[in-house]
């Protein structure tokens, strides 16, 4: 947008001796006279405050060729303080004080220029008049060359020249220049890397309100890049970004309530600025705030509602809501239950290495559910996500391997991601294990450590492992006979109306296993 500024009167207030004197010069056509007088009433300075009284003076003025009256009377008709609102007016009075040298106009004119106001839009020419007003030091025109360098536009790309125009402006005060700077020295863009000097800038911006340097500061304390790790910092700096609408400090801030870092926590107070944000269209405080009303934390439960911000999160390419709305679709939460849609939302967030998804595409493959059914492609990603470390593909993948599904069949391979997922808690996977121990199918027969992965299953509440542990109790296989311990595992899988552990227990003579 414009640098929607008047350019100051040179002449202090109190230098102005005699209001009527002034309009006595300016009413014989004096333009300097009429260029103040056009102050004065924009100011109300001696004269009652009157926008079209200083535009009618600035026009006599500019009609002398007076720069300042051309580049103020510019301003009038972009905001329309005084006349009609003209971008074309605007654009035709930046010009000729421009074309005089004044910075502020060239500014301007090289905005007009950059968005297309009433002009044929041109970074070309943006960066021409942006430049002539940076060599004159006018900070914005050096902060909007500095971001041209940055992007590209209308200039050859290059960070270099990108930082040496932020510098410019930032030592000059400009907080959005002081951002973009910062921004420089937190990616190492065109300088050397380094949090300590995005702090330093950020601060400054922040400082003067900057919301986006605000958000930055909050981050960079958050996770105690360049600055010692401070949530209660993080919290100061998110807050006064998203009471400015910053979407990013409002997500942020949710999640600091939410979790109860440096603020007391509160689920009402994390949705209250996850709805902020996701009315602005965050994916991030879309996601969040679905997950919420799935969960019923800080709203009613609504799984239709969890669906709507999933939706909108998942439309943006948020893997995670993908993967959340294509679990909606596949149980039928919120929406109609679609096979078909719960797979068009996994493979999305699949190919974005989601592992969940491509975990659940692969069952979907497995079972034929809303896809032809193919164990090559469900072990296409099941071992996608299992190389991520998912234990439910894990497993899967092992049992493909262990029946030869779509792979070549082996033991070993069924075995080796097994473990991986008995490791991380698998109960199925401890089973297994467990199962190729007790008959040495892929590994050396272990009595011993069957029973310990069996037990591991069984203490999760897996009936076939209490079972199978019970049985190693009963006739001491890899542990000491133990009647009352064998009866104490049959009993618990029978309660979950396991045959095999009822006529167990009925063999050792025992009726009732409540």
Same mark, same amino acid.
């Given at each position: 947008?414009?640098?929607?500024?008047?350019?100051?009167?040179?002449?202090?207030?109190?230098?102005?001796?005699?209001?009527?004197?002034?309009?006595?010069? *300016? =009413?014989?056509?004096?333009?300097? *006279?009429?260029?103040? /007088?056009?102050?004065?009433?924009?100011?109300?300075?001696?004269?009652?405050?009157?926008?079209?009284?200083?535009?009618? +003076?600035?026009? /006599?003025?500019? @009609?002398?060729?007076?720069?300042?009256?051309?580049?103020?009377?510019?301003?009038?008709?972009? #905001?329309?303080?005084?006349?009609? $609102?003209?971008?074309?007016?605007?654009?035709?009075?930046?010009?000729?004080?421009?074309?005089?040298?004044?910075?502020?106009?060239?500014?301007?004119?090289?905005?007009?220029?950059?968005?297309?106001?009433?002009?044929?839009? #041109?970074?070309?020419?943006?960066?021409?008049?942006?430049?002539?007003?940076?060599?004159?030091?006018? *900070?914005?025109?050096?902060?909007?060359?500095?971001?041209?360098?940055?992007?590209?536009?209308?200039?050859?790309?290059?960070?270099? @020249?990108?930082?040496?125009?932020?510098?410019?402006?930032?030592?000059?005060?400009?907080?959005?220049?002081?951002?973009?700077?910062?921004?420089?020295?937190?990616?190492?863009?065109?300088?050397?890397?380094?949090?300590? =000097?995005?702090?330093?800038?950020?601060?400054?911006?922040?400082? $003067?309100?900057?919301?986006?340097?605000?958000?930055?500061?909050?981050?960079?304390?958050?996770?105690?890049?360049?600055?010692?790790?401070?949530?209660? @910092?993080?919290?100061?700096?998110?807050?006064?970004?998203?009471? $400015?609408?910053?979407?990013?400090?409002?997500?942020?801030?949710?999640?600091?309530?939410?979790?109860?870092?440096?603020?007391?926590? #509160?689920?009402?107070?994390?949705?209250?600025? +996850?709805?902020?944000? *996701?009315?602005?269209?965050?994916?991030?405080?879309?996601?969040?705030?679905?997950?919420?009303?799935?969960?019923?934390?800080?709203?009613?439960?609504?799984?239709?509602?969890?669906?709507?911000?999933?939706?909108?999160?998942?439309?943006?390419?948020?893997?995670?809501?993908?993967?959340?709305?294509?679990?909606? &679709?596949?149980?039928?939460?919120?929406?109609?239950?679609?096979?078909?849609?719960?797979?068009?939302?996994?493979?999305?967030?699949?190919?974005?290495?989601?592992?969940?998804?491509?975990?659940?595409?692969?069952?979907?493959?497995?079972?034929?559910?809303?896809?032809?059914?193919?164990?090559? =492609?469900?072990?296409? +990603?099941?071992?996608?996500?299992?190389?991520?470390?998912?234990? @439910?593909?894990?497993?899967?993948?092992?049992?493909?391997?262990?029946?030869?599904?779509?792979?070549?069949?082996?033991?070993? =391979?069924?075995?080796?991601? +097994?473990?991986?997922?008995?490791?991380?808690?698998?109960?199925?996977?401890?089973?297994? /294990?467990?199962?190729?121990?007790?008959?040495?199918?892929?590994?050396?027969?272990?009595?011993?450590?069957?029973?310990?992965?069996?037990?591991?299953?069984?203490?999760?509440?897996?009936?076939?492992?209490?079972?199978?542990?019970?049985?190693?109790?009963?006739?001491?296989?890899?542990?000491?006979? #133990?009647?009352?311990?064998?009866?104490?595992? &049959?009993?618990?899988?029978?309660?979950?109306?396991?045959?095999?552990?009822?006529?167990?227990?009925?063999?050792?003579?025992?009726?009732?296993?409540?």
């Amino acid at each position: 947008m414009a640098k929607n500024e008047i350019s100051p009167d040179s002449t202090k207030a109190e230098e102005i001796l005699d209001i009527d004197e002034l309009k006595k010069q *300016a =009413e014989q056509g004096d333009a300097e *006279a009429q260029f103040k /007088l056009g102050a004065c009433y924009d100011n109300g300075n001696g004269v009652t405050q009157s926008y079209s009284e200083a535009a009618k +003076w600035w026009h /006599l003025a500019a @009609e002398q060729k007076h720069a300042r009256a051309q580049f103020n009377l510019g301003v009038c008709y972009e #905001s329309g303080d005084g006349v009609p $609102q003209s971008y074309s007016e605007a654009v035709k009075w930046y010009r000729l004080a421009a074309e005089q040298g004044e910075a502020s106009a060239q500014f301007n004119l090289g905005i007009c220029y950059r968005y297309g106001y009433s002009v044929a839009q #041109s970074y070309t020419e943006a960066v021409k008049w942006y430049r002539l007003a940076a060599e004159q030091g006018e *900070a914005g025109a050096q902060c909007n060359l500095g971001l041209c360098y940055e992007t590209g536009n209308g200039v050859m790309q290059s960070y270099d @020249e990108a930082v040496k125009w932020y510098r410019l402006a930032a030592e000059q005060g400009d907080a959005i220049a002081q951002y973009n700077l910062g921004g420089c020295y937190d990616r190492g863009e065109g300088v050397t890397q380094s949090y300590t =000097e995005a702090v330093k800038w950020y601060r400054l911006a922040a400082e $003067q309100g900057e919301a986006s340097a605000q958000y930055n500061l909050g981050y960079c304390y958050e996770y105690g890049n360049g600055v010692m790790q401070s949530y209660a @910092e993080a919290v100061k700096w998110y807050r006064l970004a998203a009471e $400015q609408g910053d979407a990013s400090a409002q997500c942020n801030l949710g999640v600091c309530y939410y979790d109860g870092e440096s603020v007391p926590q #509160s689920y009402a107070e994390a949705v209250k600025w +996850w709805h902020l944000a *996701a009315e602005q269209g965050d994916a991030k405080a879309q996601f969040n705030l679905g997950l919420c009303y799935d969960n019923g934390n800080g709203v009613p439960q609504s799984y239709s509602e969890a669906v709507k911000w999933y939706r909108l999160a998942a439309e943006q390419g948020h893997a995670s809501a993908q993967f959340n709305l294509g679990y909606c &679709y596949y149980n039928g939460e919120g929406v109609t239950q679609s096979y078909t849609e719960a797979v068009k939302w996994y493979r999305l967030a699949a190919e974005q290495g989601d592992a969940s998804a491509q975990s659940n595409l692969g069952y979907c493959y497995d079972e034929g559910n809303g896809v032809p059914q193919s164990y090559s =492609e469900a072990v296409k +990603w099941y071992k996608l996500a299992a190389e991520q470390g998912d234990a @439910e593909a894990q497993f899967n993948l092992g049992l493909c391997y262990y029946n030869g599904e779509g792979v070549t069949q082996s033991y070993t =391979e069924a075995v080796k991601w +097994w473990h991986l997922a008995a490791e991380q808690g698998n109960a199925s996977a401890q089973y297994n /294990l467990g199962l190729c121990y007790y008959d040495g199918e892929g590994v050396t027969q272990s009595y011993t450590e069957a029973v310990k992965w069996y037990r591991l299953a069984a203490e999760q509440g897996y009936a076939s492992a209490q079972c199978n542990l019970g049985y190693c109790y009963e006739y001491g296989n890899g542990v000491t006979k #133990s009647k009352s311990e064998a009866i104490k595992w &049959y009993k618990k899988t029978a309660k979950q109306g396991d045959e095999t552990a009822i006529q167990n227990l009925k063999n050792l003579g025992i009726n009732d296993y409540d």
